[in-house]
């Protein structure tokens, strides 16, 4: 192979890619009005009055439906902080309960300062919910007292 054939297959292959090139170039004038035309149809096909309706519509019920979740929070949380206000009081009057029951045991063997094996584990018991729930130091002052306590036979 010389020089010039060499020459005249760059040329051919130049010329090749320059046809290419200038092909390309009429497709992409041709093709892009229509490519617009197109893409515009679509979107006046799409896009009606009655799907403008519809968003509208869906945008309202959205909003009613936000309205909605922000009541029953609302709901919620009155419901929550009533329901902590009960069991406050309802914890306070079984830690009264505990006392009192704690208290009557504690009075009623106080003279023998004996207990039965029965009463020996309801202290126990006793004192451990009355803890729980955020008993005080006086009972257990009685508790401590009662465990020294001697049992007798018996319940």
Known sequence: MNMDNIS????????GMSSILVISGFLIWAIKPFRKSVTNWIKN????????????????????????IKDIQGNLDAHISQNTEEFKKSSEAQMLSLR????????????????????KRDIH????????LGGNGYILSMFDEMRTWGVEEGL
């Open 8 to 15: 005249d297959i760059l040329k051919t292959i130049a010329g």
């Open 45 to 68: 096909v799409t896009h009606t009055d009655a799907s403008d309706v519809r968003l509208v519509s869906l945008e309202k019920t959205i909003e009613q439906i936000a309205v909605g």
């Open 100 to 119: 009192c029951q704690i208290r009557d045991i504690y009075v009623g063997n106080y003279k023998d300062k004996k207990l039965t094996s029965r009463q």
């Open 125 to 132: 018991d006793l004192f451990d919910s009355y803890c729980k």
